[in-house]
């Protein structure tokens, strides 16, 4: 960064959103060490923040836990629930899982949506 004249930004404050209770959609049952086989055994599934000169983008990625591939994003400047369910389709349409597939997840308000619940069911993931 130094060669090419870059900073880091600093000097921002940092976004905390206030939440309720802690919801659990699901229990644990994916092993902390697993190591699946082969792929489409188990996608993890988080969200993240971006800042730009425009404000925030809010970035929902599905990782295939055997290949470490991004299967699945979205991205938009509100964090709700079609911009997880758009990265869980993207990843279905790319991979077209032939059987269950896990779906690990912070289990967040977007994750416990009974859209996200609905299509994970009509398209035989599992939430985790």
Do not use: C
């Amino acid at each position: 960064m130094r060669n090419n004249k870059l900073r880091a930004q600093i000097g921002y404050k940092r976004r905390y959103i206030k939440g309720g209770k802690v919801g659990k959609i699901t229990d644990n049952i994916l092993d902390p060490h697993f190591a699946p086989d082969k792929p489409n055994q188990a996608w993890l599934s988080d969200i993240t923040y971006v800042r730009t000169h425009a404000g925030f983008l809010y970035v929902a990625m599905v990782l295939d836990l055997f290949s470490r591939r991004i299967v699945g994003w979205s991205m938009d400047k509100t964090m709700e629930r079609h911009l997880v369910i758009r990265a869980l389709m993207m990843a279905v349409w790319q991979r077209q899982p032939k059987q269950e597939v896990l779906v690990p997840s912070d289990q967040g308000s977007q994750y416990a949506s009974h859209n996200y619940l609905d299509f994970m069911r009509d398209n035989n993931l599992k939430p985790q």
